[in-house]
């Protein structure tokens, strides 16, 4: 993975992490432990590689822009303050999922755990930020790796006024082909943005088709990804809803950044905030949510 991204180490930063950089510039930071590795670029804090046991658990598209230049298409993205368009309550016509994703974040940390890497990031307001979005903020991602991956943003409002957000941790996970996918735990609600926002009450899923919906009534904890190549389940934490996307091959081939053929071994899983009245934050406090991708024993 490091070879197809052209990283140059700049040095080592623990026993278990590396900064390295791209031709463009961008840092990354490479996690290489005995069972797992990860790969995080510090525009948007962004994890665009996991791997367990050799085997990648998340899809990276390989015309991907890691350039800085545009959100990277694969790994897991992080769409913060808001989850797609901008809402009203922001003003319409803001960078879709936000600005998180293509901020420059910076690394606070890294605690090296008997069983697991972890590494703290942050981003705080900034001009850019307080142009697009008029907040003061404190934005924390802990990711640690290990033979799970857990990724937890938390958002601190440290401003004078209430802050309200909605999100998403953006999962991109690795398949092996449409017809093996299952997924089961998403609830059998959901909107369809691909029938206008459509209320559908359904259980069961296949895929078979473009799907875009938001499960708003997913199980408690987990839900169960058969991908083909392994069975994870995803332990979603203060998420109020999944989502549930691929483009399908039309929807792929209107995006530069898509490769062709790439719907057809990715299926996003996303643990998200869409509720339309968004988390609300009080000054100087604090609200988490993300995730536990692991193996199913
Ligand atoms: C999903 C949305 O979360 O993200 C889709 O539900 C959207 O509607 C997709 O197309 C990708 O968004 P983007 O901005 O990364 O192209």
């Not at 840092?27 to 665009?48: P, T």
């Not at 900034?126 to 008029?134: G, K």
């Not at 802990?142 to 909605?166: A, F, I, K, Q």
Request: proline residues 5%; contains cysteine.
């Amino acid at each position: 993975m490091q070879a197809r991204l052209a990283l140059t180490q700049v040095r080592q930063l623990t026993k278990t992490v590396s900064l390295a950089r791209n031709e463009a510039g961008v840092s990354y930071l490479v996690v290489e432990r005995d069972n797992s590795e990860a790969i995080i670029s510090l525009y948007g804090a962004h994890l665009i590689h996991y791997a367990h046991a050799r085997q990648p658990w998340l899809w990276l598209s390989q015309s991907a822009k890691l350039d800085g230049t545009r959100p990277i298409r694969g790994g897991v993205p992080l769409c913060w303050p808001w989850f797609g368009p901008s809402p009203e309550r922001v003003g319409l016509g803001k960078p879709q999922h936000g600005f998180a994703r293509t901020s420059t974040w910076t690394l606070d940390g890294i605690s090296e755990e008997a069983d697991n890497t972890l590494l703290h990031l942050s981003l705080r307001d900034n001009a850019q930020t307080l142009a697009t979005w008029p907040h003061p903020f404190e934005l924390e991602l802990d990711v640690r790796v290990g033979d799970e991956l857990t990724m937890m943003l938390t958002t601190r409002n440290t401003g004078s006024t209430p802050l309200v957000y909605s999100g998403a941790l953006h999962s991109y996970l690795q398949t092996q082909a449409p017809e093996l996918v299952k997924l089961a735990g998403l609830g059998s609600r959901y909107i369809d943005r691909l029938q206008d926002g459509a209320n559908i009450e359904q259980s069961g899923f296949t895929l078979d088709k473009a799907v875009d919906r938001t499960y708003t009534a997913p199980s408690a904890h987990i839900i169960d990804i058969e991908t083909g190549h392994t069975s994870l389940k995803l332990d979603n934490h203060q998420a109020d809803s999944v989502v549930v996307w691929n483009p399908w091959k039309e929807g792929a081939a209107t995006m530069a950044d898509f490769d062709d053929d790439g719907w057809k071994e990715m299926i996003c899983v996303e643990t998200a905030i869409t509720d339309p009245a968004g988390i609300t934050v009080d000054p100087d406090e604090e609200h988490t949510f993300g995730f536990i991708l692991s193996q199913k024993a």
